[in-house]
């Protein structure tokens, strides 16, 4: 069993599943809330949980800047998605996950079941209010 630290937007029902998910399969988890953790102190930290996927796969698709068409995923550099992602955490997609010496961002079950040796069902990773008007707490903040 593997020592996970889960970075996640405390009070989201889908990071709440996935670490459910975890803990059932026996992983033990330190928590994180991605929010309130310094990423300015380490932005190099933050760059790695992203590795070699597209910058427009680092951002959270469901956060209101991008919802409401502040920002366009599409047409931002990787210097400037994590200069954006320091001062809007609500961008970064999540969860971000450590396990070892391997980051991830986003709850891909591909991913998760290859390097967790883990069954998933279901997408576990997509905001079910993303085409909602209603909002999380902690997305205005």
């Known amino acids: 069993m593997a020592l996970i630290h889960f970075y996640e937007k ?18 033990w988890l330190i928590e994180h809330d991605l929010l309130t953790h310094d990423w ?9 949980f992203f ?14 800047a991008i919802k409401n068409g502040e920002l366009n995923p599409d047409e931002i550099n990787a210097e400037e998605a994590i200069e954006l992602m320091l001062e809007q955490p609500l961008l970064i997609r999540r969860p971000l996950m450590e396990i070892e010496n391997h980051r991830m961002a986003g709850f891909e079950t ?7 040796n883990l ?10 209010k993303k085409d909602s008007a209603r909002v999380c707490r902690n997305e205005r903040g």
């Open 40 to 48: 300015r102190s380490e932005p190099e930290k933050l760059r790695s």
């Open 51 to 64: 590795g070699e996927k597209p910058v427009v796969e680092w951002f959270n698709r469901a956060a209101p």
């Open 110 to 116: 591909s991913e998760v079941e290859q390097f967790l």
């Open 10 to 27: 405390v009070g989201c029902g889908n990071n709440t599943k996935q670490k459910d998910l975890l803990i059932e399969a026996g992983h």
């Open 119 to 128: 069954e998933t069902e279901g997408d576990l990773e997509s905001c079910p």
